[in-house]
T-cell receptor
Framework: GAGVSQSPRYKVAKRGQDVALRCDPI?????LFWYQQALGQGPEFLTY????????KSGLPSDRFFAERPEGSVSTLKIQRTQQEDSAVYLC???????????????FGEGSRLTVL | QKEVEQDPGPLSVPEGAIVSLNCTYS??????FMWYRQYSRKGPELLMY????GNKEDGRFTAQVDKSSKYISLFIRDSQPSDSATYLC????????????FGTGTQLKVEL
């Protein structure tokens, strides 16, 4: 596809369940980011990959959150033992640039909206 | 205190009005400044990107950065109903990769 694709678009989970959110970045994009956007807030950085290497995971809120990008393309964000405070939109973004280039051009997907009951 | 502060609105203006959206930031290390537009239930898309102080114009949009007062602005001329969206300011440190720090977003509605 032409853009960043995320699935599922909507996910309802019971508290304590594990969830997995998938991101298909734009083909050939080196950098991939996950952001969390709570209702009425701006996106908050979670983690960053350059190809398959996770270079920054400083934004992951707890050890229940885990992200991977094993082959340097598709990425999965996994949340274990979900809590109500995990309810948010999880945005994936990709960029053709490597870390050293600063242009702010991130291409975002439409997000996965997680609701934890 | 958040690193980037933005009035959440909502802001409602008539079609054709000039819109002014603003953010302040606290960290003087920020050098790169962006405005993203986010339609309801969509991902943000980049509108404007500026480096350091000054103005940048692109069609009906003008981005302005004043580093001395840590203040960034986006002006929209001749606003249209299609401009109705949430506008997010974002900043970035040199060497910070593409990690962006976003404001909360200002919800704009342009009415006919």
């Amino acid at each position: 596809g032409a853009g960043v694709s995320q699935s599922p678009r909507y996910k309802v989970a019971k508290r304590g369940q594990d969830v997995a959110l998938r991101c298909d970045p734009i083909s050939g994009h080196v950098s991939l980011f996950w952001y969390q956007q709570a209702l009425g807030q701006g996106p908050e950085f979670l983690t960053y990959f350059q190809n398959e290497a996770q270079l920054d995971k400083s934004g992951l809120p707890s050890d229940r959150f885990f992200a991977e990008r094993p082959e340097g393309s598709v990425s999965t964000l996994k949340i274990q033992r979900t809590q109500q405070e995990d309810s948010a939109v999880y945005l994936c973004a990709s960029s053709p640039q490597r870390q050293a280039t600063n242009t702010g051009e991130l291409f975002f997907g439409e997000g996965s909206r997680l609701t934890v009951l | 205190q958040k690193e980037v502060e933005q009035d959440p609105g909502p802001l409602s203006v008539p079609e054709g009005a000039i819109v002014s959206l603003n953010c302040t930031y606290s960290n003087s290390a920020f050098q790169y400044f962006m405005w993203y537009r986010q339609y309801s239930r969509k991902g943000p898309e980049l509108l404007m990107y500026t480096y350091s102080s000054g103005n940048k114009e692109d069609g009906r949009f003008t981005a302005q950065v004043d580093k001395s007062s840590k203040y960034i602005s986006l002006f929209i001329r001749d606003s249209q109903p299609s401009d109705s969206a949430t506008y997010l300011c974002a900043t970035q440190r040199p060497g910070g990769g593409n990690k962006l720090t976003f404001g909360t977003g200002t919800q704009l509605k342009v009415e006919l």
